[in-house]
């Protein structure tokens, strides 16, 4: 089961005497002081009813490495992944730093969603050959 615990500041004070409401703490006269006062706040947790998706994922996983024959090769195809997954964040960092070339990439960014949406997505006939193609690529992946 999940949770969440957070702080979050107090909600805004709300005085009923009389005209309006005084949002955030009231006012307190300035008399010197050493004290550090904290600021009042209060406590929200909020936790997770039913099944996650995480206990579904472990045991998707658990699933292949059970079936799996070649067990080094797994462990070195996650290596592998990993590494990938560093080389990829360091040259996306390594590029961003430069100095025309992340608004040249965003500009061919841009180029390339308006081209997709409508190419694939803006008329009915062309979202269901989308849907016929990415459905024949992931049989063709399952193998089915």
Do not use: C, H
């Not at 010197?32 to 904290?38: G, H, I, K, L, Q």
């Not at 080389?87 to 061919?108: M, R």
């Not at 997709?116 to 997505?121: K, N, Q, V």
């Amino acid at each position: 089961m999940a949770s969440i615990l957070t702080r979050m500041p107090s909600p805004p004070l709300m005085v009923v005497n009389g005209k309006k409401p005084i949002f955030g703490r009231p006012r307190r006269f300035a008399f010197p002081t050493a004290r550090v006062e904290r600021l009042d706040r209060f406590g929200v947790i909020a936790k997770a009813t039913g099944e996650s998706s995480e206990s579904s994922i472990a045991k998707s996983i658990q699933d292949i490495w059970d079936k799996s024959e070649d067990r080094v090769a797994l462990i070195g195809l996650g290596f592998a992944g990993v590494v990938g997954f560093w080389a990829a964040v360091n040259i996306v960092t390594a590029v961003d730093k430069l100095p025309i070339v992340p608004s040249l990439l965003e500009l061919i960014g841009l180029l390339f969603a308006s081209w997709f949406t409508y190419r694939y997505l803006l008329f009915k006939p062309d979202r269901q050959e989308l849907s016929q193609k990415v459905s024949k690529s992931i049989s063709d992946i399952l193998g089915q």
